[in-house]
């Protein structure tokens, strides 16, 4: 079997999302001081996720009857 690269069919639209991290993840952070560096982690991380809600591709795919015989491909199920 084998399988060519899916293209688009439909044009596609990617959007970027915000995304927060207000608690702590880790027990450990709760018990340590409140130094510069993790006064950001315990008033939380923003970061960008980008996302495509949809998308319809087509690929196609060749049985080769030659190359089947030879790895021992049958009809058999």
């Known amino acids: ?21 207000v608690a702590l993840t880790n027990a450990d952070d709760a018990q340590k001081s409140a130094k510069e ?23 196609q795919g060749y049985y080769i009857h030659a190359f089947g015989k030879q790895t021992g491909v049958t009809e058999k199920i």
């Open 1 to 21: 079997m084998q399988l060519t690269l899916a293209r688009s069919i439909d044009p596609i639209t990617p959007y970027d999302m915000t995304i927060t991290r």
């Open 37 to 59: 560096d993790e006064v950001e982690a315990r008033h939380g991380q923003i970061g960008r996720k980008a996302y495509v809600p949809y998308g319809l591709y087509v690929a």
